[in-house]
């Protein structure tokens, strides 16, 4: 009932920690940003840049997984409950 995807060990060099993205942006939506990105952690990714409330947009963040790939989380609720999107979003 939508798009599957799935993350696959990188072929090639890995990037150069800092080194700007060379592939895709992948911005996963979920419902718990923080619980997400805490078991990215536990199971050997760091944080890239750590969960953020990004005003009007939703609370989101990104991992670099062990293989050097880079995905995003995104919620549409703040850390706070307000929620930017969707039809809970305040007007």
Do not use: H
């Not at 995807?5 to 990037?15: C, D, I, Q």
């Not at 997400?36 to 009007?56: I, K």
Request: hydrophobic fraction near 35%.
């Amino acid at each position: 009932m939508g798009i599957n995807g799935g993350l696959t060990r990188r072929e090639g060099l890995r990037p150069e920690a800092g080194a700007p993205i060379n592939g895709c942006n992948i911005v996963l939506g979920v419902e718990d940003v923080d619980g997400l990105m805490r078991r990215g952690v536990e199971l050997g990714g760091t944080e890239a840049p750590p969960a953020t409330d990004w005003p009007g947009i939703g609370r989101g963040g990104y991992l670099l997984d062990p293989d050097g790939n880079i995905f995003g989380l995104i919620s549409p609720v703040l850390s706070d409950g307000t929620v930017t999107m969707g039809a809970d979003a305040q007007a």
